[in-house]
T-cell receptor, first 116, second 111 residues
Framework: DVKVTQSSRYLVKRTGEKVFLECVQD?????MFWYRQDPGLGLRLIYF???????EKGDIPEGYSVSREKKERFSLILESASTNQTSMYLC???????????????FGPGTRLTVL | KQEVTQIPAALSVPEGENLVLNCSFT??????LQWFRQDPGKGLTSLLL?????REQTSGRLNASLDKSSGRSTLYIAASQPGDSATYLC??????????FGQGTRLTINP
């Protein structure tokens, strides 16, 4: 079974702190994604990566950055956390060649981040 | 810009009933349409993926259909069970695995 793990289930940080959310997948997937999920807004794509050291902006990248130094690990970074970044953060991965788009995304359990 | 809508936002039915969840999308140029399940406080689990060239997919008691011309997909659940209670999300793949999600339908199956 594909396994996507996220470093924390719950996280509480203070405004202005630098926050790291870690995601690891064990299936040698090329593609990894970070989403946030908010009531009334659904899931929105923050950043994604098709390969090591590659990154692409999603729909809402402002206030976030990412790092992918190894194939299995994709980190989301909040440079200076703000209260409007309080949310559920979900990581996903998939093995497909994105041009063929034949596979689904496998999601981690999520990290519920609260910024005070 | 692609928009995905799911109606209703919530649905409550008695156990044993067959039911249909609806998903509509504004841009028919999708590579595939995916249905996910999300349990409270958890991540998403993939249920079915329909390629743009397909009309339906089946897995057990679940059947998903896709009509690109009308911009609609449905998820049919047969003989519903309390364990089917969850939020169901549909997502259209815009290409390059960029998914656009609906806001979900929260389903409750009453014993």
């Amino acid at each position: 079974d594909v396994k996507v793990t996220q470093s924390s289930r719950y996280l509480v940080k203070r405004t202005g702190e630098k926050v790291f959310l870690e995601c690891v997948q064990d299936m040698d997937h090329e593609n990894m994604f970070w989403y946030r999920q908010d009531p009334g807004l659904g899931l929105r794509l923050i950043y994604f990566s098709y390969d090591v050291k590659m990154k692409e902006k999603g729909d809402i990248p402002e206030g976030y950055s990412v790092s992918r130094e190894k194939k299995e690990r994709f980190s989301l970074i909040l440079e200076s956390a703000s209260t409007n970044q309080t949310s559920m953060y979900l990581c996903a991965s998939t093995s497909t060649d994105f041009l063929s788009s034949t596979d689904t995304q496998y999601f981690g359990p999520g990290t519920r981040l609260t910024v005070l | 810009k692609q928009e995905v809508t799911q109606i209703p936002a919530a649905l409550s039915v008695p156990e044993g009933e067959n039911l249909v969840l609806n998903c509509s999308f504004t841009d028919s140029a999708i590579y595939n349409l995916q249905w996910f399940r999300q349990d409270p406080g958890k991540g998403l689990t993939s249920l079915l993926l329909i390629q743009s060239s397909q009309r339906e997919q089946t897995s057990g008691r679940l059947n998903a259909s896709l009509d690109k011309s009308s911009g609609r997909s449905t998820l049919y659940i047969a003989a519903s069970q309390p364990g089917d209670s969850a939020t169901y999300l549909c997502a259209g793949d815009q290409g390059a695995q960029k998914l656009v999600f609906g806001q979900g339908t929260r389903l409750t199956i009453n014993p």
